[in-house]
C-alpha cells in the first residue's frame, strides 16, 4: 500500500483528476477496509463558473480553500452527498469531484457521485478529513494507471459544460450515465 502524497494533491487540478484514475479509494468500515478504483472524475478549479469556490469563500466550500490532499463534501438537491479531493496550493479554491469507482472487494451501485456516497456511507462528517492519512476514514492509495482515459465534457452542471475536464478510464462499467 501506498497513500498518495501531499505532493500528488498539489498538482494542477486537471492532472490530478487524471492522475486519480485507476486510485484505490479506501474507506475503513468496522475492522474491513472496503477498496474502490477510481473510475471517473470531473475538475474544478476557483476560475471556472461551474466550481463553488467561483465567487470566493463560502461557509460551504472553505474546505476547498485548504491545501491539497482533503476531503470536500456536499450536499445537493437536499438529498444526495458529493465527494471531491481538494487540489493544488492552501487558498486556490480547486477540487477533483470523484464521479465513479469500481467496488473492488465489496458489493454496491456506485455508478454516480452521489449513489458512491450512499454506498460508502460518506456525508458531511467526512467533510475536511485528511485524504493523505492512514488515521482518517477514508484515504487513497496508488493503483494501476488505465491502459486508456478519455477526456469528455463534464455532466450534471449548467456553466462551463464545454470544459473537458471529466475523466473516465474507457470501457468501463462503472462510468455514471449522463
Given amino acids: 500500500m501506498t497513500l498518495l502524497n501531499k505532493h500528488f494533491y498539489l498538482q494542477d487540478t486537471v492532472t490530478v483528476a487524471r492522475e486519480l484514475l485507476g486510485a484505490v479509494l479506501c474507506k475503513k468500515d468496522g475492522d474491513n477496509i472496503l477498496k474502490s478504483t477510481i473510475c471517473e ?3 474544478y478549479t476557483q476560475d471556472d463558473p461551474a466550481c463553488h469556490a467561483y465567487k ?3 461557509p460551504r466550500c472553505d474546505v476547498m480553500f485548504k491545501e491539497g490532499g482533503f476531503c470536500y463534501v456536499y450536499f445537493i438537491y437536499g438529498m444526495h452527498y458529493c465527494m471531491n479531493v481538494v487540489t ?7 477540487a477533483v469531484l470523484i464521479r465513479s469507482i469500481e467496488p473492488l472487494n465489496w458489493i454496491a451501485d456506485t455508478s454516480g457521485p452521489s449513489k458512491l456516497c450512499r454506498a460508502l456511507g ?19 492509495e496508488k493503483g494501476v494507471s488505465p491502459a486508456e482515459i478519455v477526456s ?7 456553466s ?3 470544459y473537458p475536464w471529466r475523466f473516465y478510464i474507457k470501457n468501463c462499467k462503472w462510468v455514471s450515465k449522463k
Fill in 56 to 58: 470566493g469563500k463560502t
Fill in 160 to 162: 462551463a459544460i464545454d
Fill in 41 to 43: 472524475t470531473e475538475a
Fill in 152 to 158: 469528455a465534457p463534464r455532466i450534471g452542471i449548467s
Fill in 88 to 94: 493544488e496550493q492552501k487558498n486556490r479554491g480547486c
Fill in 122 to 140: 460518506i456525508t458531511k462528517d467526512f467533510n475536511g478529513i485528511d485524504l493523505r492519512s492512514i488515521k482518517s476514514p477514508l484515504w487513497i
